[in-house]
């Protein structure tokens, strides 16, 4: 937040649930299109429907990763997208932070040029302990220590300065749970950093589907007309409209 570009009140999409989100993340769609729902693993019901980033990166010849705390995350985009697809938890309990580390060292000495890495136990707290309870937010600084390490790789194999970070969520959580329409499931932080990037807080009503569509902008990718999502222009210094509506129908943040 203090070199990027960044708001605390971006917005998920309804349902507020892990797999639903990631899709619309990483498809740059509502819901209604990418047709994800269920929140476990299913694989008798395919993959998210549409090109997401991991399809158009792909494509292109960029070598795509994905290194996720649960396997259900297989479900947002075909396995021919992703060069590299690993877990640690078939069970959404383990909290092993060290193996998913360091796989993803592995795979950033490796190189890529898209890279999701998912952090499981910020949610596993907050569903055992409460939102934003000591015990989540230790689990959050013990990821921020963790992303800073994967930082610090990538500083080292001399890709850092090229790369466009972007740390979000795929929603909040209220008590013990999430799932709602509620502010606190439904607000995100959304931080972006990197070359082309204009420091500070952004004006923009930023949400999940506009992350693929700024991954695609940064990387020069065409952007999928049928995708709700869009790029959040101001994060490069660029003007926005503010009066864009975005977001998904019938669901008010
Ligand atoms: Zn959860």
């Given at each position: 937040m203090q070199n990027g570009?960044?708001?605390l009140?971006?917005?998920?999409?309804s349902?507020s649930l892990?797999?639903?989100?990631?899709?619309s993340?990483?498809t740059g769609?509502?819901p209604?299109?990418h047709?994800?729902r269920?929140?476990?693993?299913?694989p008798?019901n395919g993959?998210?429907l549409?090109a997401d980033?991991?399809d158009?990166?792909?494509?292109?010849?960029l070598?795509?990763?994905?290194?996720?705390?649960?396997e259900k995350?297989?479900?947002?985009?075909?396995?021919?997208?992703?060069?590299f697809?690993?877990?640690?938890?078939?069970?959404d309990k383990v909290?092993d932070?060290?193996?998913?580390?360091n796989?993803a060292?592995?795979?950033i000495?490796?190189?890529?040029?898209l890279m999701?890495?998912?952090?499981?136990d910020?949610?596993?707290?907050?569903h055992?302990n409460?939102?934003?309870?000591?015990a989540?937010?230790?689990a959050y600084?013990?990821?921020?220590?963790?992303l800073?390490?994967?930082l610090?790789?990538?500083?080292?194999?001399g890709i850092?300065d090229?790369?466009?970070?972007?740390?979000?969520?795929?929603h909040g959580?209220?008590d013990?749970?999430?799932g709602t329409?509620l502010?606190?499931?439904?607000?995100?932080?959304?931080?972006?950093s990197?070359?082309?990037?204009?420091p500070?807080?952004?004006e923009?009503?930023?949400?999940?589907?506009d992350t693929a569509?700024?991954i695609?902008f940064?990387?020069g990718l065409?952007?999928?007309?049928d995708w709700d999502?869009?790029p959040v222009y101001?994060?490069?210094?660029m003007?926005?409209?503010?009066?864009?509506?975005?977001g998904c129908p019938?669901?008010?943040?």
């Amino acid at each position: 937040m203090q070199n990027g570009a960044y708001t605390l009140r971006a917005q998920t999409i309804s349902p507020s649930l892990t797999l639903p989100a990631h899709a619309s993340m990483l498809t740059g769609t509502c819901p209604a299109k990418h047709i994800v729902r269920w929140n476990e693993y299913v694989p008798e019901n395919g993959f998210a429907l549409g090109a997401d980033i991991f399809d158009l990166a792909h494509a292109s010849g960029l070598r795509t990763v994905i290194v996720a705390g649960k396997e259900k995350l297989r479900q947002v985009t075909e396995p021919g997208s992703t060069d590299f697809f690993g877990f640690i938890d078939t069970t959404d309990k383990v909290k092993d932070i060290t193996t998913i580390e360091n796989m993803a060292i592995g795979q950033i000495r490796e190189g890529f040029g898209l890279m999701l890495m998912h952090f499981p136990d910020g949610d596993l707290a907050g569903h055992e302990n409460g939102w934003m309870s000591r015990a989540q937010l230790r689990a959050y600084k013990n990821d921020d220590r963790s992303l800073g390490l994967l930082l610090d790789v990538m500083k080292d194999g001399g890709i850092y300065d090229d790369a466009l970070i972007i740390v979000t969520s795929d929603h909040g959580g209220h008590d013990t749970t999430h799932g709602t329409e509620l502010p606190g499931d439904m607000t995100i932080p959304w931080i972006v950093s990197g070359p082309r990037i204009a420091p500070g807080e952004l004006e923009t009503q930023v949400y999940i589907m506009d992350t693929a569509a700024t991954i695609a902008f940064a990387l020069g990718l065409p952007i999928p007309p049928d995708w709700d999502g869009a790029p959040v222009y101001e994060a490069f210094g660029m003007p926005y409209d503010a009066s864009r509506l975005g977001g998904c129908p019938g669901v008010t943040p």
